[in-house]
């Protein structure tokens, strides 16, 4: 038996930890954390001194078995978990749960998964920060109080199945706010004025006017003053210039460039950093800090002069601005600078890439520039005071733009050109000038990379949180990726070219929100709601002074129990105060009176979203219902639109004896003949939509609907869905990859698709109890699921099913079987109004 027991958190981090140590070590992972609060009760002791009442969970229950049984034999436990917050509370529920002995106990702490690292390590353990551990308590036990006790107030007063958080809230707050800035943006137009020039030889380069005309008058009087205009070179200033490289990668600038250059998510870009961690190949990638050590900054310096020579090596630190940093800590940069790129999945290879080049461009020379500034003077005859300017820049020395350039958020930066060579008082002939109509822009809405850039300038959050707080906005539905393309806008532009001047009308694409953050009906109440009862709680000030808070407990400044007892004594009156005597919130809002019926027309949110209403409750008619189209929001509908909907779903007509009707639904409008649906084009209206057109839709559809192969006399046919396209055979989906020609799929890609899928069916099956209609499969991330009828229960990475019996897995069936709730009489205002107006009529009787 191993002499060493050490307990990392992942099975990924204990296979590259175990080949650095000799056969007197065993490693073992605990998967995470191992204990934590309880799962359906608070779990912190709020009358006390807010303990927390921490559970092994179900899934874990077996690691802990195993980790005990090790800890038993072994002479020495090394917890080796993450050097943050998170990683120090592991090691302490690692500590008390398997009830380690403090004497055979060691903790010790790397930033990087190298052999020098891990013998290093071992060579300085420590004891466990308890400071680390408080401030996560602190953390844990906090955002547990305001999650649980706010949501329980959005489900009465909003609606059912809400939740709220401190980071989560406020983040949902700036996407709000940043909407309200879009939408209520009043756009400007004014008229640019570019132009092209050349020069003696023949070389042409572009100039602009710095100023823009406010309107078409002022730009058509400016090129009319040009008719037999002369241009030259009134001004030339050359000027040396420098460019810096930016600092090594921190947890927020990584995901920030990630997104910019790789087009990856905030969580994608951490779930590829964390594989590159625990391979081995990267830093720790969760710090603030921007600091390389003197290793790394020698091992930069080595690759750079052996790469690139001597004189694009210039070592350098770096200051980190973030608030709360640990100095202590390094950047995110490569283990082992000499590897250039890495074997391994795409996404890390191209992440690794990106991080191997900032953090060796961090460490290069300058880059050195001339910088060109040039006036054009216009001489004519109407003496026009204004003159063009033009900017351009050569690379005199390229230092670390050879490796790398920082990209940038700002979608109207324009790149300087190389400029001709120029003198003063040279003549230059103009080849055209243009008039633009221009329009000022609203704010830009978040993207997630944006957004924790905001973030971190707030003060809002940590490193670990940012990932985790974007996913959960967007799983709970407050916040969406916009997919709206935008709308088609025109806009003039004068060209005078030729000594004329002609007008054109132009159009471009405005108003697109894809891909960026954008709020939910959802979203927007709750946020308002929210601001209006918990003002404090979703102020930004408040928020980062609860992160400094954080740092002054993980730095031993503050107790974590003071801090709670400050916050709840406010909190918590403020919540049952709220909870007692607040309206109930729908985001109710009337929009008008049906001129047909007299009655009250208004939108609010219904129990399965966004709806308008005709008519009020105590109306003597029920009032009708409709639901909002997916690109509809209440704040923004209008009376006529809400009163279309009221048309749908419109009947067109009959084809092959089914009715054929137009409709909205959940995911956009729809054609549904008979039991077939059909989605309707982008940007089609089905108000619009007729009977003709429809048979279009339907016909498409029943041309992509037939069969293309038949296997083994079974149709197979294709489609395309929400994860693209596809094709079904024997009630089977297969997923069309893109190294096959979908529009062209031969007979032998046919046959080779269902088989693979055929045969990955056979082998993700563990178990099959026919008889008993169970079985046990392979499920995403290592799992396992054990599957009856529509019953499915997910079993933790932890459980061996390979050795499951029958027995078993119908005892954990059993075990998490749906509960049946009793079902209750739904009573309506009439059928309560009948039973009241009955029960006085017995009442009567008796007397």
């Known amino acids: 038996m191993s002499k060493n027991l050490v307990i990392v958190e992942s099975p990924a981090k204990a296979k590259t930890i175990e080949k650095f140590l ?128 706010l949501s329980p107030v959005l489900w009465r007063k909003v609606k059912g199945g809400l939740s709220a958080g401190r980071v989560q809230s406020v983040s949902v707050r700036l996407i709000v706010e940043r909407e309200r800035d879009v939408q209520g943006f009043k756009t400007t137009a004014s008229y640019r004025i570019d132009a092209e020039f050349t020069n003696e030889d023949g070389n042409s380069f572009k100039a602009k006017l710095p100023k823009n005309f406010d309107s078409e008058k002022e730009a058509l009087k400016f090129l009319n003053d040009n008719l037999g205009a002369s241009y030259e070179v009134s001004d030339l200033q050359k000027k040396p210039a420098k460019k810096s490289p930016a600092a090594p990668f921190t947890t927020s600038t990584l995901q920030q460039e990630a997104s910019r250059k790789l087009g990856y998510s905030v969580s994608r870009t951490m779930t590829n950093a964390q594989r590159l961690y625990e391979a081995g190949y990267i830093t720790y990638m969760r710090t603030d800090s921007v600091n390389l050590s003197d290793e790394a900054k020698k091992g930069a310096e080595n690759e750079i002069t052996s790469a690139y020579g001597a004189k694009f090596s210039n070592p350098k630190n770096y200051k980190g601005k973030s608030k709360g940093a640990q100095e202590a800590h390094e950047a995110i940069r490569p283990t082992d600078f000499s590897n250039h790129t890495v074997s391994a999945e795409r996404d890390q290879a191209r992440l690794y890439d990106l991080i191997w080049k900032r953090a060796i461009a961090s460490q290069m020379s300058d880059a050195r520039l001339e910088r060109t500034n040039l006036k054009i003077q216009i001489n004519s005859k109407n003496k026009i005071s204004e003159q063009f300017t033009a900017n351009g820049e050569i690379i005199t020395f390229e230092g670390f733009l050879k490796v790398y ?35 000022t822009r609203p704010p830009a809405r978040f993207t997630e990379a944006s957004l924790v850039k905001q973030l971190e300038e707030l003060g809002i959050g940590r490193p670990s949180t940012y990932a985790p707080t974007i996913s959960t906005i967007q799983n709970r539905n407050y916040v969406e990726k916009g997919t709206n393309e935008g709308d088609e806008r025109s806009y003039k532009q004068l060209v005078f070219e030729n000594q004329t001047i002609k007008d054109t009308t132009l159009s471009e694409q405005t108003g697109s929100n894809k891909g960026k953050l954008v709020p939910t009906d959802i979203g927007i109440i709750v946020t308002d709601f929210l601001v ?72 609010r949110l219904g129990k399965f979203g966004p709806l308008v209403q005709l008519g009020k409750p105590d109306d003597e008619e029920e009032p009708q219902y409709a639901s909002l189209s997916p690109d509809q929001q209440l704040g923004s509908v209008t009376f006529e639109e809400a009163m279309d909907l009221f048309k749908l779903p419109k009947a067109l007509g009959h084809y092959k004896d089914e009715e054929v009707e137009v409709n909205n639904g959940r995911f956009g409008p729809y054609v549904k003949f008979g039991k077939k649906f059909v989605s309707l084009p982008k940007g089609v209206d089905p108000l619009s939509v007729e009977m003709d057109e429809a048979l279009i839709y339907i016909k498409d559809k029943e041309k992509a609907d037939a069969p293309i192969y038949m296997y083994k006399d079974i149709e197979v046919t294709k489609g395309k869905g929400r994860f693209g396209p596809f094709i079904k055979w024997n009630n089977m989906f297969i997923n069309v990859n893109k190294k096959y020609d979908w529009d062209n799929l031969s007979e032998e890609d046919i046959v080779t698709l269902i088989e693979e899928k055929i045969q990955k069916e056979i082998d993700k099956v563990i178990h099959n109890w026919e008889d008993e209609g169970v079985r046990v499969e392979k499920a995403r991330w ?66």
């Open 22 to 149: 000799g056969k007197d070590f065993k490693v073992e992972s605990s998967f995470g954390h191992i204990a934590d609060l309880p799962s359906k009760e608070l779990g912190v002791d709020v009358e006390g001194d807010f303990m927390p009442k921490y559970q092994v969970s179900k899934d874990k229950k077996d690691v802990v078995k195993k980790l005990k049984e090790l800890a038993k034999k072994a002479d020495i436990v090394w917890l080796a978990s993450d050097e943050d917050r998170e990683g120090e509370a592991i090691a302490w529920h690692l500590a008390e749960t398997l009830k380690l002995d403090k004497e055979k106990t060691k903790r010790i702490v790397f930033h990087e998964i190298t052999k020098t690292a891990i013998q290093k390590a071992i060579e300085n353990p420590r004891s466990i920060d308890y400071n680390l551990v408080d401030a996560q308590q602190a953390r844990r036990v906090l955002d547990r109080i305001v999650g649980y006790e």
């Open 782 to 847: 290592g799992r396992h699921n054990i599957i009856k009828g529509k019953q499915k229960v997910e079993l933790a990475k932890t459980v061996d099913v390979s050795k499951m019996t029958l027995e078993k897995a119908q005892d954990i069936l059993e075990k998490n079987a749906p509960k049946k709730k009793a079902t209750k009489k739904k009573v309506t205002k009439k059928t309560a109004t009948k039973k009241t107006a009955t029960k006085k009529k017995v009442t009567t009787k008796k007397k």
């Open 405 to 439: 350039l920082e990209g940038t958020d700002d979608e109207d930066a324009e790149q300087e050109g190389i400029l001709p060579d120029l003198k003063v008082g040279e003549p230059l002939k103009n080849k055209y000038i243009t008039a633009t109509e221009r329009f």
């Open 532 to 603: 209006n009862h918990f003002e404090s709680i979703l102020d930004y000030n408040f928020t980062a002074r609860v992160e400094d808070r954080f740092d002054d407990i993980a730095e031993g400044k503050e107790d974590w129990r003071e801090m709670m007892r400050d916050f709840y004594k406010g909190f918590h009156p403020q919540v049952e105060d709220v909870q007692e005597n607040a309206e109930r919130e729908s985001g109710e809002r009337e929009l008008g009176i049906d001129p047909k019926t007299g009655r009250t027309v208004l939108v």
